[in-house]
């Protein structure tokens, strides 16, 4: 079991963080959110996914008009990403955005800083103060020469430290930037000074394979260390997938337990049987399934035993057969060309 770090918590709408909230997944719309149509389309699929938190960018007068109807259509809360356009921020807030992401570096002004804060105090918006190694102070980066792990975390204490004296507590704080293991210092050396909460992940990961990958590794680390209130995984791909890969990284560390989990042996010489097919099928025919049960896919009997006894349900595949195990026992012989549905129809009638 994995020790959490204790922090305070904090809301974003009706979305706890920190504390004892289990660790929420948050995403990015990728639309222009002046779309209003288009945005909301994907705030649902990435609801139906399983994102608990969504953050849309504002970055023209045409999204800030856009918000209100986003924020009371959404059907999870609204985070409006705000750069260089304070005005903005008070604007998302007057739309009812239930949180704002300011990067302070990029406000300019330390008094609009504290006027943003004083608003979001009255109004009952969180905050996310998010540092990012692309726009540290320029005091920072004298001082430590380029953006390392000590020049983000001192940048995040100072913010954080100025919204307290300032009497505001609902905030968390982000740290970024794409190198995985400064990435994992500088959040580890935060985390030690304060029970802020954290949102994690790793900046600017990339696409594909190699995105989930780094933001695996970086993102893993972290919740391993138990570090971490609130996740986004950052990937150049349909926002879904970002979803997708976040829960997969918390499934994994025991952290999350939302829908179907396989497990699936690697397949060697001793298989018959067309293994990523069948694991192709059952995945698919379940993406709508958030009750947590862990499925075993096995290409023969040498591990099936033991897997199946793990798992809620499995499937130990011979030479034109399968036994379908429950509970760990097995239930039931069946033909290979029918073992996906066979497994489908057991589990359905778990779920
Ligand atoms: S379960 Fe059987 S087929 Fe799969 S890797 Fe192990 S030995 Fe090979």
Redesign the pocket.
């Known amino acids: 079991m994995i020790e959490r770090r204790k922090t305070r918590q904090i809301k974003v709408g009706n979305v706890p963080i920190g504390g004892d909230a289990p660790i929420v997944v948050q995403s990015m719309t990728s639309t222009k959110t002046r779309d209003v149509e288009k945005t909301l389309l994907q705030i649902e699929d990435l609801h139906r996914a399983g994102c608990e938190i969504v953050r849309v960018a504002v970055p023209h007068e045409e999204d800030v008009l856009a918000l209100e109807e986003i924020v009371k259509k959404s059907p999870i809360p609204v985070i409006a990403d705000i750069h260089f356009a304070p005005s903005y921020a008070f604007r998302a807030m007057e739309a009812g955005t239930h949180g704002i992401r300011i990067n302070p570096g990029n406000i300019g002004k330390e008094e609009v800083v504290r006027e943003i804060v004083e608003e979001a105090r009255l109004r009952g918006v969180a905050v996310r103060i998010g540092v990012n190694s692309g726009s540290l102070e320029k005091d920072l980066l004298e001082k430590y020469g380029y953006p390392k792990a000590e020049a983000l975390a001192e940048s995040a204490l100072r913010w954080s430290e100025k919204f307290e004296k300032w009497g505001f507590s609902n905030f968390k704080v982000s740290i970024k930037g794409s190198d995985v293991l400064e990435n994992v210092r500088a959040n580890t050396i935060f985390a030690s000074e304060t029970d802020i909460p954290l949102h994690i992940g790793i900046t600017e990961a990339g696409w594909g394979n190699k995105g989930m990958i780094k933001s695996a590794v970086g993102i893993g680390i972290l919740l391993y260390r138990g570090i971490g209130d609130t996740v986004r995984v950052s990937l150049t791909d349909d926002p879904v997938v970002e979803v997708e890969t976040a829960y997969e990284i918390l499934k994994s560390l025991g952290l999350r337990r939302k829908g179907i989990e396989i497990v699936a ?4 010489g ?2 018959e049987v067309d293994l990523p097919k069948v694991i192709d099928e059952v995945e698919a025919s379940l993406r709508h399934v958030d009750k947590p049960l862990k499925v075993a896919i ?3 009997v ?3 035993i033991g897997e199946a006894r793990e798992a809620d349900i499995g499937l130990a595949c011979g030479k034109g057969f399968a036994w379908i195990f429950k509970e760990g026992k097995p239930i039931r012989k069946v033909d290979e060309k029918e073992m996906g549905k066979e497994l489908l129809s057991e589990i359905e009638k778990m779920v």
């Open positions: 042996c690697p397949t060697c001793r298989i096995m290409g023969c040498v591990n099936a």
